[in-house]
């Protein structure tokens, strides 16, 4: 089994900055895509940035200039650095990883518990 355990969510004014980690552990021979998805209560999860084992990253529109996303290949950990952070990007949010547990096995879709981001004044 694989466990993706996050932590970094909390409450911050707006304009303020908060950091998500995201640490994935189990069986993993390896990870392909690993990222961050987020979900306001009645709206569907939608991406908010991933990245390849490439380095290759992909954003939300809505975060491009202000979330980076980082990884750490060798320690199976991604995190998420959210800067100018405005009260639109109030949601849980969830750690996702790609994951192959053991080299004969299809890679299949892991994710986190979620951890609440609340932007407020």
């Known amino acids: 089994q694989v466990q993706l355990v996050e932590s970094g969510g909390g409450l911050v004014q707006p304009g303020g900055s908060l950091r998500l980690s995201c640490a994935a552990s189990?069986?993993?021979?390896?990870?392909?895509?690993m990222g961050w998805y987020r979900q306001d209560p009645g709206k569907q999860r939608e991406l908010v940035a991933s990245?390849?084992?490439?380095?290759?990253?992909n954003y939300a529109d809505s975060v491009k200039g202000r979330f980076t996303i980082s990884r750490d290949v060798a320690k199976n950990t991604v995190d998420l650095q959210m800067n100018s952070l405005k009260p639109e990007d109030t949601a849980v949010y969830y750690c996702?990883?790609?994951?192959?547990?053991?080299?004969?096995?299809?890679?299949?879709?892991?994710w986190g518990q979620g951890t609440q981001v609340t932007v407020s004044s």
């Open positions: 996702y990883a790609n994951v192959k547990p053991r080299v004969e096995m299809r890679y299949k879709d892991y």
């Open positions: 189990g069986s993993i021979f390896n990870i392909y895509l």
């Open positions: 990245m390849f084992s490439s380095g290759l990253a």
